[in-house]
């Protein structure tokens, strides 16, 4: 059963497991049985981060980049070396874009997607949203990004809500999961807030 489901092991030996992870090469223990997929990206960029909130086991923040800005809501409380995010953008505030980061110790040279697997996530008994989920690595960057693409996903976003456990599952080959398991206690907070934020910045200035 999904439920079941529990993280027993750091999320950086996860994605090292069976490999002695020195390059970036590493990452196509995740491919396995996969095609190994490899498409440029953006360079990595560094955000400000401010108006920094508190709730509970989640955060709320603003990060901006010269005249870009976007609103993040993240829990980096259940591990010490990854942590999941829900993110809006200004003039798309009903379509966040869900993220978790893994550090990995060491910048990476490329960017690329690396692989596109099958992912289900589940928050306490409720639904299980199975969808897909992209290996990310972004030049001069220490992280492991993964970003989730789910059919469902606004239904999953408000059962998050309202529940205690967010439980991921990311198939790294037909017999290799990779389980995640993240807090949910303050999370309705931390999503009301950058929900708020953004959609005020989408009211013309009636000046």
Not at 129 to 138: C, D, L, M, R
Not at 143 to 169: C, K, W
Request: proline share 5%; charged share 25%; with cysteine.
């Amino acid at each position: 059963m999904f439920h079941r489901y529990i993280a027993t092991a750091s999320p950086r030996c996860a994605f090292r497991r069976g490999s002695v992870a020195t390059k970036p090469l590493a990452l196509v223990v995740f491919a396995l049985l996969s095609a190994l997929l490899a498409i440029p990206l953006a360079n990595a960029t560094t955000f400000n981060t401010t108006d920094i909130q508190r709730h509970e086991h989640w955060q709320s923040m603003t990060l901006t980049l010269g005249e870009e800005t976007h609103w993040r809501a993240v829990e980096a409380h259940s591990y010490s070396d990854s942590h999941f995010s829900v993110n809006l953008t200004p003039g798309a505030c009903d379509l966040p874009w869900l993220e978790m980061r893994v550090d990995l110790g060491e910048h990476q040279p490329d960017s690329e997607v690396v692989n596109r697997v099958p992912a289900d996530l589940r928050v306490d008994h409720e639904t299980i949203h199975n969808g897909e989920a992209e290996f990310i690595t972004q030049r001069g960057d220490s992280g492991f990004y993964v970003q989730f693409h789910l059919p469902e996903q606004p239904l999953s976003i408000e059962e998050m809500r309202h529940g205690e456990t967010l439980r991921l599952r990311l198939m790294r080959s037909e017999d290799d999961p990779w389980f995640m398991v993240f807090s949910l206690a303050g999370a309705d907070e931390a999503l009301a807030r950058i929900e708020r934020q953004c959609q005020a910045a989408e009211v013309p200035d009636s000046r």
